[in-house]
């Protein structure tokens, strides 16, 4: 059973960042890919950043430059650390381990971007 547990969102101002946390049980992490995905209200989920076993990244390219995927196989944890952060950005996050041919979602952590 993969559990993944999402912390590090609130709420914060246009400009400002923050760093998210998804800490994952189980025994595969470091043989996974992880990603984080968002969803905001009447919009359809959306890849944002993900992060192969090996290290290769991937992004979005609304949040290129901005956006910083990375994990610790160590605390089988992945963290999305977030820059200059806009109102755009407003959604709930997710995380999502994959581990062909499952995959696994985090329960999501709100990141709220408002002056």
């Known amino acids: 059973q993969v559990q993944l547990v999402e912390s590090g969102g609130g709420l914060v101002q246009p400009g400002g960042s923050l760093r998210l946390s998804c800490a994952a049980s189980?025994?595969?992490?470091?043989?996974?890919?992880m990603a984080w995905y968002r969803q905001a209200p009447g919009k359809q989920r959306a890849f944002v950043a993900s992060?192969?076993?090996?290290?290769?990244?991937a992004y979005a390219d609304y949040v290129k430059g901005r956006f910083t995927i990375s994990r610790d196989n160590a605390k089988n944890t992945v963290y999305l650390q977030m820059n200059s952060l806009k109102p755009e950005d407003t959604a709930v996050y997710y995380c999502?381990?994959?581990?062909?041919?499952?995959?696994?979602w985090g329960q999501g952590t709100q990141v709220t971007v408002s002056s």
């Open positions: 189980g025994r595969i992490f470091s043989t996974t890919t």
């Open positions: 992060i192969t076993s090996g290290g290769t990244t």
């Open positions: 999502k381990q994959i581990a062909s041919p499952d995959f696994y």
